[in-house]
């Protein structure tokens, strides 16, 4: 996955580690980067989660470390898919959103069926992270 970058060339699509405060280690966050400028951004659609968590973490946190793709939804779909190939393709992306959503769903129904509350709310949070969808993947 890739965008343009303000300096005219192609940022790519990377799972970073980002650090906070010096101590908290955030791995697999998406990130697009341009090799060219090293101008670096958080992919949009992980960003309210990624500022949530360090939000929780307050302004002085023990050291830790957190997997990111355990936060986020978007974040583990994009670590499966580059697990899978190097440059997925956009169809590619879409097909494994479908496939996510559709489990989610089947995983909701279950959760309800069995009125485990802590189970559908966690479902429910995951698939309001898929719909964060501010650009056409």
């Known amino acids: 996955m890739e965008k343009s970058c303000p300096c005219g060339e192609t940022m790519s699509m990377k799972l970073r580690t980002v650090i906070y405060s010096g101590k908290v280690e955030i791995d697999n966050v998406p990130v ?48 499966e898919l580059y697990t899978r190939q190097k440059r997925p393709s956009r169809q590619e992306m879409d097909k494994l ?22 189970w559908i709310a966690e479902v429910e949070k995951r698939l309001s992270q898929i719909s964060r969808r501010t650009m056409s993947t």
């Open 32 to 79: 697009y980067s341009c090799d060219a400028c090293s101008r670096s951004e958080v992919f949009p659609e992980v960003k309210p989660d990624l500022t949530g968590l360090i939000g929780q973490l307050g302004a002085k946190p023990e050291q830790q470390t957190f997997l990111f793709n355990e936060w986020n939804e978007w974040a583990d779909l994009i670590m």
């Open 97 to 118: 959103i479908g496939e996510r959503i559709n489990k989610l769903l089947d995983l909701l129904l279950l959760a309800q069926r069995l009125g485990d509350d802590e």
